[in-house]
Each structure stands twice: as structure tokens, then as C-alpha cells.
């Protein structure tokens, strides 16, 4: 499902009715300025959770725009968010019709971003269960505007925590992680994590690229800025575990997990092989005296390397 986004192209998007997006999706809200942050809090049931953080985050004082992406959550988050744009001027509601899973709804979120004509120079996303801390959010801005393009909230990091998880979902969490930093090449300790801060730049170059469908979005967004060469750094965070309501991460969600890391192993793996063919064949090419780079056969695997 594409979001038609073409016609968001208005300054304020003052007019969310005109907007063409999916006809099963909604857009509810205005924006009447320029933010300089926004901020992506993807829901599904979290009625229990997201008044007390959208006041959280008001409170903070950075004047974000706010942007709930809610997959007609049956226990009425939604409702509470229009409630509370009444109040507030800055929060914009992207309803879809049903659950599509969080790697789709920031990627949406990133669409409807880029295709306002006065973007936000960063873009800050979290888990809207209380788990992440918004007052967090002015560490990442303050690396993001030293320039780096994607700062993590790390539990994993020095400094970093997790509270109120079992150990052995600790311990998952932490092999999930140790295996993505390794697969990735990267030196952040924790991939998997939802809070985040992106510069726009980041999010302009990549969102074309990301497929993800659920919580692989979050390795997948760390390849990306390892493979393009955006700068990446991560912050400790305490990660709480949520009060009210459940973790929606199912079975299916770790198989595509799981099948996402192997992919990414797996061209790793490939991208090794072809560095050391590579190196093999223009030792043969020396040894025999012919130009490398006259090679048809050097050129064509050159070729395959930067498509992996
Ligand atoms: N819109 C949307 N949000 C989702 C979906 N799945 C999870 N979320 C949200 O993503 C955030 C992280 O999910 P959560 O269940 O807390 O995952 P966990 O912290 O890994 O257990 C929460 O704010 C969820 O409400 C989904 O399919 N669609
Ligand atoms: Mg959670």
C-alpha cells in the first residue's frame, strides 16, 4: 500500500482532507509551522500509554511535530489523540485500517515527512509504551545537531539499562544484538532499539530503500547508515519495561526478524567472498601482466560488489 504523497506538498499541509493518501488511510490534524524536530510514535493499543506521554513531550518545550501513525487500534488510542488535538496545535494522526506492523508505519511516517515542503531537520522515533524516556529527547537532538545522522538510545552501551525485563529476555535481546552489530560491521552495541533521532538528510537518502515490514526495521535502518557512510553514535538510555498493556512482538514478527539477519549475514557473507575473488584474480592479472582494469571479467564482479 503506497502513500500518494504529491499532494502533501503544501507548505503547512494545511488542508489534510486534500490529501490523497491510500483511500483506507486517514490523515487527521494541521500543521500551521515550521518544526524543527519531529517526532514518530508508531501505536496499536496503547490507550494506557499515550496521553501521559504526548503531555510528557509537550512539556519538554522543543515544540516538535508530533506524529502518531495508529493502526485503527481497538481499544480507541486514536480517539485519545484527537482529544487531544484540541488542545495541542502540533500533533498530526495517520490512521491505517489495520495492523501493518511497525516497520511500515515509520516508513510511512518518513513519507508523510519528506513530503512536506518545510521538513523538520530531525526525526525522532519511539516506542510508545512508556519504555522510552522523553526526556531522553533533548541528549539525541543535542547529537544530532553536532551531526551525526542517526543517535541511538542504547541500552547496551556504557551507562546504558534495561529495568524490569526478565534475564533471559535480556540475554536474547543481547545475543540479537551482539550477532546485528557483527553481521552489520558496526560498532553500536544495541541496533535494535526504537529511540532514535535521525537527521532528514538520513532519512531523504534512505527511505526509498527500507521494506521492512516489522521490527527488522530497526536493523535495517542501522545498515543503511553503515553502508552509505552516515555518521552513527549512540547514548545510554534506562529502557523500562512497559506497565500497561502487552508487547505486540509475535512469533511471526521474530521469524521476520530472524530471516532479515540471515539475509543480512548472508550478503556479508557474499560481499567477503567477492572482496577475496577479487583480490585473488588481480594478483593472476599482475602476475600474468594484463590491466586490471581492462579486465571485462574485473569490471563485471566490481560491478556485482557495489549492487551487494
Ligand atoms: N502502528 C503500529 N504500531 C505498532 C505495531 N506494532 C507495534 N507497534 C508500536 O511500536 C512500539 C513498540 O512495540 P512494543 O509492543 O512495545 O514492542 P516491544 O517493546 O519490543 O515489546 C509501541 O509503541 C507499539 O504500540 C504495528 O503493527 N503498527
Ligand atoms: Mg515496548
Given at each position: 500500500m503506497k502513500l500518494g504523497l504529491t499532494s502533501l506538498q503544501t507548505s503547512y499541509m494545511p488542508e489534510m482532507s486534500k490529501v490523497k493518501v491510500s483511500p483506507s488511510y486517514k490523515i487527521k490534524g494541521k500543521i500551521d509551522?515550521?518544526?524543527e524536530v519531529a517526532i514518530i510514535l508508531p501505536t496499536y493499543c496503547e490507550a494506557g500509554n499515550i496521553r501521559k506521554l504526548i503531555e510528557q513531550i509537550e512539556n519538554l518545550k522543543i515544540d516538535p511535530l508530533i506524529l502518531v501513525i495508529d493502526?485503527?487500534?481497538?481499544?480507541?488510542?486514536?480517539k485519545i489523540v484527537e482529544n487531544l488535538q484540541k488542545k495541542y496545535s502540533n500533533i498530526l494522526l495517520l490512521i491505517r485500517p489495520s495492523k501493518m506492523g511497525l516497520g511500515t508505519a515509520i516508513t510511512d511516517a518518513?513519507?508523510?515527512?519528506?513530503s512536506l515542503k518545510n521538513k523538520p531537520k530531525y526525526v525522532v522515533t519511539m516506542d510508545a509504551d512508556s519504555s522510552h524516556n522523553p526526556n531522553d529527547i533533548p541528549r539525541l537532538?543535542?547529537?544530532?545537531?553536532?551531526?551525526?545522522?542517526?543517535v541511538l538510545g542504547s541500552r547496551y552501551c556504557l551507562g546504558g539499562k534495561v529495568e524490569k525485563w526478565s534475564p533471559i529476555r535480556i540475554l536474547i535481546s543481547k545475543i540479537?544484538?551482539?550477532f546485528a552489530s557483527i553481521f552489520l560491521n558496526t560498532k553500536i552495541n544495541d541496533c535494535t532499539s526504537g529511540f532514535r533521532c535521525?537527521?532528514?538528510r538520513f532519512i531523504k537518502a534512505v527511505t526509498k530503500n527500507l521494506h521492512s515490514q516489522t521490527y527488522e526495521i530497526q536493523i535495517e535502518t542501522v545498515r543503511q547508515a553503515a553502508k552509505n557512510g552516515f555518521f552513527a553514535t549512540e547514548i545510554p538510555i534506562t529502557f523500562v519495561n512497559r506497565k500497561i498493556g502487552k508487547s505486540k512482538l509475535t512469533l511471526n514478527e521474530i521469524k521476520q526478524f530472524?530471516?532479515?539477519?540471515?539475509?543480512?549475514?548472508?550478503?556479508?557473507?557474499?560481499?567477503?567472498r567477492m572482496d577475496k575473488l577479487?583480490?585473488?584474480?588481480q594478483s593472476q592479472l599482475r602476475k600474468a601482466n594484463i590491466d586490471s582494469l581492462n579486465s571485462p571479467f574485473l569490471s563485471y564482479i566490481e560491478y556485482v560488489k557495489r549492487l551487494t
Open positions: 509551522r515550521k518544526h493502526d485503527s487500534s481497538p481499544d480507541g488510542t486514536s518518513f513519507k508523510i515527512i519528506l537532538l543535542s547529537l544530532a545537531r553536532r551531526g551525526y545522522d542517526l540479537a544484538n551482539k535521525y537527521s532528514i530472524l530471516l532479515f539477519m540471515m539475509k543480512v549475514n548472508l550478503e556479508r557473507y557474499f560481499t567477503i577479487v583480490m585473488l584474480a
